[in-house]
């Protein structure tokens, strides 16, 4: 269970921050981050963790934390160790309140359980759950472009629905299932071996978002080339779901350590920004 890696604080529980980076895919490229900046960034992504694997395994101070974040964004009160983070870190960055209270009613839709019905839906809940952290982090990075924090949106929604597609087994295991009423009423319910049509109409799906925001990457004013690795090494995901088959058997993609050895290689070197 992800919560195992939650630890008990004064303000409740928290993410134990090494357990954060060794099991997330988005901390190759935060690692790549110049050293007044690291600290910040990770900072925010363990807090959208602690709230996002709240709401996964349905603890039930869930609600509770997802409130005290949203009623920060709207007012500026600090009710929790979450809020605080934001709080403190928006007294170094233009961190504005639509994409927090955004991500708040993403967590809100989990906790609701509620369905998903069309691709139009789904796109919303990657916004919300994903589209939101690009956000954040462009307000984080910096930009002079005005399209930055829309293109950012982009590439955090592709990473959502690289996420829905990789963990499409365990989220049903759990009673949780992220593909659209619409398209499983086209395609057939994503059964292991029964799925190939579905996931590759999925996968499309991601990469045009790819696609349409990979160009927030050279506008950021710094990070850039921690974005990229990031970006590259979630694409990457679909293309071993692709080489394993579409979904031909039942369990998580996973990226052989050697290729994943090989594309950090790539990206490991050259400038911080």
Same mark, same amino acid.
């Given at each position: 269970?992800?919560?195992?890696?939650?630890?008990?604080?004064?303000?409740?529980?928290?993410?134990?921050?090494?357990? #954060?980076?060794?099991? %997330?895919?988005?901390?190759?490229?935060?690692?790549?981050?110049?050293?007044?900046?690291? =600290?910040?960034?990770?900072?925010?992504?363990?807090?959208?963790?602690?709230?996002?694997?709240? #709401?996964?395994?349905?603890?039930? !101070?869930?609600?509770?934390?997802?409130?005290?974040?949203?009623?920060?964004?709207?007012?500026?009160?600090?009710?929790?160790?979450?809020?605080?983070?934001? %709080? *403190?870190?928006?007294?170094?960055?233009?961190?504005?309140?639509?994409?927090?209270? !955004?991500?708040?009613?993403?967590?809100?839709? !989990?906790?609701?359980?509620?369905?998903?019905? %069309?691709?139009?839906?789904?796109?919303?809940?990657?916004?919300?759950?994903?589209?939101?952290?690009?956000?954040?982090?462009?307000?984080?990075?910096?930009?002079?472009?005005?399209?930055?924090?829309? /293109?950012?949106?982009?590439?955090?929604?592709?990473?959502?629905?690289?996420?829905?597609?990789?963990?499409?087994?365990?989220?049903?295991? *759990?009673?949780?299932?992220?593909?659209?009423?619409?398209?499983?009423? @086209?395609? =057939?319910?994503?059964?292991?071996?029964?799925?190939?049509?579905?996931?590759?109409?999925?996968?499309?799906?991601?990469?045009?978002?790819?696609?349409?925001?990979?160009?927030?990457?050279?506008?950021?004013?710094?990070? @850039?080339?921690?974005?990229?690795?990031?970006?590259?090494?979630?694409?990457?995901?679909?293309?071993?779901?692709?080489?394993?088959?579409? =979904?031909? *058997?039942?369990?998580?993609? #996973?990226?052989?350590?050697?290729? /994943?050895?090989?594309?950090?290689?790539?990206?490991?070197?050259? %400038?911080?920004?």
């Amino acid at each position: 269970m992800r919560l195992q890696a939650l630890r008990h604080g004064a303000t409740g529980p928290q993410r134990d921050p090494a357990a #954060v980076l060794a099991s %997330s895919t988005f901390s190759a490229g935060i690692r790549l981050l110049p050293a007044g900046l690291y =600290g910040d960034a990770h900072e925010l992504y363990c807090m959208l963790r602690t709230i996002d694997d709240l #709401v996964d395994e349905q603890h039930p !101070d869930a609600i509770e934390h997802v409130e005290a974040l949203e009623h920060w964004a709207r007012s500026g009160e600090v009710r929790s160790a979450e809020a605080q983070t934001l %709080s *403190n870190l928006s007294e170094r960055y233009p961190l504005s309140a639509r994409p927090i209270i !955004d991500f708040c009613q993403g967590m809100r839709y !989990d906790i609701a359980r509620r369905e998903i019905v %069309s691709e139009g839906d789904l796109d919303l809940y990657c916004y919300w759950v994903g589209g939101t952290v690009g956000v954040m982090i462009a307000e984080l990075f910096g930009s002079t472009d005005p399209s930055c924090a829309a /293109k950012m949106a982009l590439l955090g929604a592709a990473m959502q629905r690289t996420n829905i597609l990789r963990d499409i087994d365990e989220d049903l295991q *759990n009673g949780r299932l992220y593909i659209a009423r619409s398209t499983i009423a @086209r395609f =057939g319910f994503p059964f292991p071996g029964e799925r190939e049509e579905l996931i590759r109409d999925q996968i499309a799906r991601a990469d045009e978002l790819y696609e349409r925001g990979w160009g927030a990457l050279r506008l950021l004013a710094t990070g @850039r080339r921690a974005m990229t690795l990031s970006t590259v090494l979630y694409r990457e995901i679909l293309r071993q779901i692709e080489r394993d088959g579409f =979904g031909r *058997n039942a369990g998580r993609a #996973v990226i052989p350590r050697w290729r /994943k050895s090989l594309l950090l290689a790539r990206h490991r070197f050259g %400038s911080a920004r």
